[in-house]
């Protein structure tokens, strides 16, 4: 599903330069769910960012579903992201004025498809999640797990290829943090979706088949289970 070879990526910072990919080599395959683990600035969003498309490396390749996305245009990149690849934040980046069920639509909007099947596809996503009793609320009506759970619903309307999730329960409590974790799970085994995740917790890794570990922008292990 997702190849990197070579993959470097610098930034500028106050006039230094910061390796933040270094000769990343990688290989994660259809239906995996690994988890990508390491120290604060060791490289592990650039990463995410990278192997997703929202942003390109420096140098080298990355082949997401079998296209170089490092080569691929804007307009090309936005149509894989589109198509592909759905996200997931630590913040939840819900729209505060619309419902459940709208923060969900809006992914697809605007689109060829016709309203009606628009919202078919996201009660569907709902309900997925547990949270079609939800729909019509707004997100200041949601707890944190609430939220995060609609926004999965969003991620995964289009039934994308892969899931990206950055720190996905980084502003959970440990039993909404869990429950999340277990719909991804899920969506990984019933859908097929390749998911990569972000995280700082170690105890979360138990719903993954494989954990990298990053230092200083490289890979410094892959274990397997």
Same mark, same amino acid.
């Given at each position: 599903?997702?190849?990197?070879?070579?993959?470097?990526?610098?930034?500028?910072?106050?006039?230094?330069?910061?390796?933040?990919?270094?000769?990343?080599?990688?290989?994660?395959?259809?239906?995996?769910?690994?988890?990508?683990?390491?120290?604060?600035?060791?490289?592990?969003?650039?990463?995410?960012?990278?192997?997703?498309?929202?942003?390109?490396?420096?140098?080298?390749?990355?082949?997401?579903?079998?296209?170089?996305?490092?080569?691929?245009?804007?307009? #090309?990149?936005?149509?894989?992201? #589109?198509?592909?690849?759905?996200?997931?934040?630590?913040?939840?980046?819900?729209?505060?004025?619309? !419902?459940?069920?709208?923060?969900?639509?809006?992914?697809?909007?605007?689109?060829?498809?016709?309203?009606?099947?628009?919202?078919?596809?996201?009660?569907?996503?709902?309900?997925?999640?547990?949270?079609?009793?939800?729909?019509?609320?707004?997100?200041?009506?949601?707890?944190?797990?609430?939220?995060?759970?609609?926004?999965?619903? #969003?991620?995964?309307? $289009?039934?994308?290829?892969?899931?990206?999730?950055?720190?996905?329960?980084?502003?959970?409590?440990?039993?909404?943090?869990? $429950?999340?974790?277990?719909?991804?799970?899920?969506?990984?085994?019933?859908?097929?979706? !390749?998911?990569?995740?972000?995280? $700082?917790?170690?105890?979360? !890794?138990?719903?993954?088949?494989?954990?990298?570990?990053?230092? #200083?922008?490289?890979?410094?292990?892959?274990?397997?289970?």
């Amino acid at each position: 599903m997702i190849k990197c070879t070579n993959v470097q990526k610098e930034f500028r910072l106050r006039g230094n330069i910061i390796r933040a990919l270094v000769d990343i080599n990688l290989e994660i395959y259809q239906g995996e769910f690994v988890f990508v683990q390491g120290p604060t600035g060791c490289g592990k969003t650039t990463l995410l960012n990278v192997m997703s498309g929202l942003d390109v490396p420096d140098d080298g390749s990355v082949i997401l579903d079998g296209e170089d996305i490092a080569r691929a245009s804007e307009d #090309r990149l936005s149509s894989i992201r #589109r198509q592909k690849v759905g996200f997931v934040f630590q913040d939840f980046n819900l729209i505060e004025s619309l !419902t459940g069920i709208e923060n969900v639509e809006a992914l697809l909007w605007p689109t060829v498809l016709r309203s009606k099947e628009i919202e078919d596809r996201a009660i569907q996503a709902l309900r997925a999640v547990d949270m079609l009793e939800r729909k019509d609320h707004y997100p200041r009506d949601m707890s944190g797990g609430e939220r995060q759970r609609i926004g999965l619903a #969003r991620a995964i309307i $289009h039934q994308p290829r892969v899931l990206f999730a950055d720190e996905p329960t980084g502003n959970l409590d440990p039993e909404a943090a869990n $429950h999340v974790l277990k719909l991804l799970k899920d969506l990984n085994q019933d859908m097929g979706t !390749t998911m990569v995740v972000v995280t $700082h917790d170690n105890s979360l !890794t138990k719903y993954g088949n494989r954990t990298l570990k990053m230092e #200083r922008g490289r890979i410094v292990s892959g274990s397997k289970k």
